[in-house]
């Protein structure tokens, strides 16, 4: 009779301790509920974060999938003792990139991870921007090209938000070594649309006069100034366009154009980016203006919004600790060559302007 009564309370305290298991397994995979109202500022903050991402390396690496994702778990470390984990998919994306950098640039799909963050359960797909190989050099490129973005968001909100990452690659199939590198996220462009209250056009027969002549301007000079000439409206290649909900009293409809990918510039430099023969230019370095043509004075105002920025640029590249004073150097030494025609010289960049414009 005791022996029944002790295994009868065996068994009970065995399923017990698994149920427990089991409820704190399912607690830890998925959202406390005071969590939901929470927001995980991915794209509010700038401070680095750093991110884990287990899966197959050898295949990443080899096949580079664009149509098939590979199983994946991402983890954000919080803190030294706090971390977010969930089972997610990958696949590469980008074309020249992806053939040519041993780390081809990378979409995370999302879409069931449930994080339990308000902001970020709405993120379906989030692209990562990784170093194209390993080495300080392909560090400056990526630490480079981070930095442009927030250059353009000194323009203007109506831009891409960026977050500067440490990411640990982690092989699933325990192959290969974990590689760290930095990296960054781009805001996703639903999340833009949404946050400046704006639809995605995703026209590609549009051209410069479909966008406003303010916005266009600016956007042209701004890749003047950072060398690149790698963007067209038609097509929509390195650019996206928006439109706005709100009430538009001259019934224009015109769209809100809004760059991205600044690898192959002046900015960044890479060694991997050089000019087909019929661009014109023998370097990236090499300034070339794509905008449609305006008056004199409609430029010579767009030139005084970037005088009036020139601080605020600088102040990004100084400020920026990940980089060191050579690169900084070098960046703002490229940056002088535009402000120099800005302050002394504006007529020769005017004429230029109007001579190289877009009829």
């Not at 664009?66 to 696949?91: M, P």
């Not at 170093?131 to 353009?152: A, H, M």
């Not at 960026?162 to 805001?187: H, M, S, T, W």
């Not at 002088?336 to 230029?352: A, E, H, N, P, Q």
Request: aromatic share 12%; with cysteine; net charge positive.
């Amino acid at each position: 009779m005791k022996t029944r009564i002790f295994f009868q309370f065996s068994v009970v305290t065995l399923l017990f301790f698994l149920l427990t298991v089991f409820i704190n397994d399912l607690t830890a995979q998925t959202a406390k509920p005071d969590s939901i109202k929470k927001s995980f500022r991915l794209f509010k903050d700038n401070e680095l974060i750093e991110i884990s991402l287990r899966f197959d390396l050898s295949t990443y690496f080899r096949a580079k999938p664009q149509d098939e994702y590979l199983k994946a778990n991402l983890t954000f470390h919080l803190s030294k003792t706090d971390s977010v984990s969930r089972e997610i998919r990958l696949r590469t994306r980008g074309v020249f990139r992806n053939k040519f950098c041993m780390f081809a640039p990378i979409e995370l799909n999302l879409k069931k991870a449930n994080f339990g963050y308000s902001d970020l359960n709405k993120i379906s797909k989030l692209k990562l921007v990784p170093q194209c190989s390993s080495g300080r050099e392909k560090e400056d490129y990526v630490l480079r090209e981070y930095l442009t973005y927030k250059l353009f968001n000194v323009l203007t909100d109506t831009s891409f938000r960026v977050r500067l990452l440490v990411v640990n690659y982690i092989d699933a199939q325990k192959n290969k070594k974990p590689v760290k590198q930095y990296g960054f996220f781009i805001e996703p462009a639903e999340m833009l649309a949404a946050r400046t209250n704006s639809l995605l056009v995703k026209s590609v027969n549009l051209n410069q006069k479909n966008i406003i002549p303010k916005i266009m301007d600016r956007l042209a000079i701004f890749n003047y100034m950072i060398g690149n000439y790698d963007w067209s409206v038609p097509g929509l290649h390195n650019v996206v366009v928006l439109k706005s909900k709100n009430f538009d009293p001259t019934g224009a409809g015109l769209g809100i154009s809004v760059p991205h990918d600044f690898d192959w510039t002046g900015m960044v430099n890479p060694t991997y980016a050089i000019p087909t023969e019929e661009i014109g230019v023998e370097n990236v370095r090499e300034r070339l203006f794509l905008g449609v043509c305006r008056d004199k004075e409609v430029y010579n105002k767009e030139l005084d919004v970037f005088l009036d920025k020139k601080q605020e640029f600088y102040r990004v590249i100084e400020e920026f600790q990940y980089i060191d004073k050579n690169v900084k150097k070098d960046l703002t030494h490229y940056l002088d060559g535009f402000f120099d025609l800005l302050v002394g010289k504006r007529d020769r960049i005017l004429s230029y302007l109007a001579s190289t414009c877009k009829k």
